[in-house]
C-alpha cells in the first residue's frame, strides 16, 4: 500500500465513524456537513505540507468529498416513504439534497 491510500483509507474511515455518529444521534445536517468539511480541509492541509505523498492533493479531496455526499445521499434515499419511490420523485429529492449539500458545505449554513 502507498502513503495515499493510507491517507484515503484512513479518511474513510473517519468520515464512516462520522456519518455512523450522524445517524445515531439524529444530528443536524448541517453538523455533518460541516464536520465533513473540516476532516476534508485537514487532510487536504496534510497533503499540501506534505508533497511527497502526492502531487495532487484536490484529486484527493474530490473523491472524499463525493464518498461523504454519497453516504448521506444514499442515507435520504433508503429513508424515503415507499409511497414516494416512484424514479421521478426519487430523482428530484436527490438532486435537490445534492443542492443542498453543496451549498451547506460551500457556505457553512443554509438558508432558510
Known amino acids: 500500500m502507498n502513503c495515499i491510500d493510507a491517507v484515503e483509507g484512513t479518511t474513510k474511515s473517519i468520515l464512516d465513524g462520522l456519518f455512523q455518529?450522524?445517524?445515531?444521534?439524529?444530528?443536524?445536517?448541517?453538523?455533518?456537513?460541516?464536520?465533513?468539511?473540516?476532516?476534508?480541509?485537514?487532510?487536504?492541509?496534510?497533503?499540501?505540507?506534505?508533497?511527497?505523498?502526492t502531487g495532487d492533493p484536490e484529486?484527493?479531496?474530490?473523491?472524499?468529498?463525493?464518498?461523504?455526499?454519497?453516504?448521506?445521499i444514499k442515507n435520504l434515499v433508503n429513508n424515503i416513504n415507499t409511497d414516494d419511490k416512484s424514479s421521478e420523485k426519487v430523482l428530484d429529492k436527490v438532486e435537490y439534497h445534492?443542492?443542498?449539500?453543496?451549498?451547506?458545505?460551500?457556505?457553512?449554513?443554509?438558508?432558510?
Open 59 to 72: 484529486t484527493l479531496k474530490k473523491v472524499l468529498y463525493e464518498y461523504a455526499k454519497d453516504l448521506w
Open 98 to 112: 445534492e443542492y443542498y449539500f453543496n451549498h451547506i458545505y460551500n457556505h457553512g449554513t443554509y438558508p432558510l
Open 21 to 53: 455518529l450522524f445517524t445515531e444521534s439524529n444530528h443536524d445536517d448541517t453538523e455533518y456537513i460541516r464536520n465533513v468539511k473540516k476532516v476534508l480541509d485537514s487532510t487536504g492541509l496534510f497533503l499540501q505540507n506534505n508533497r511527497e505523498i
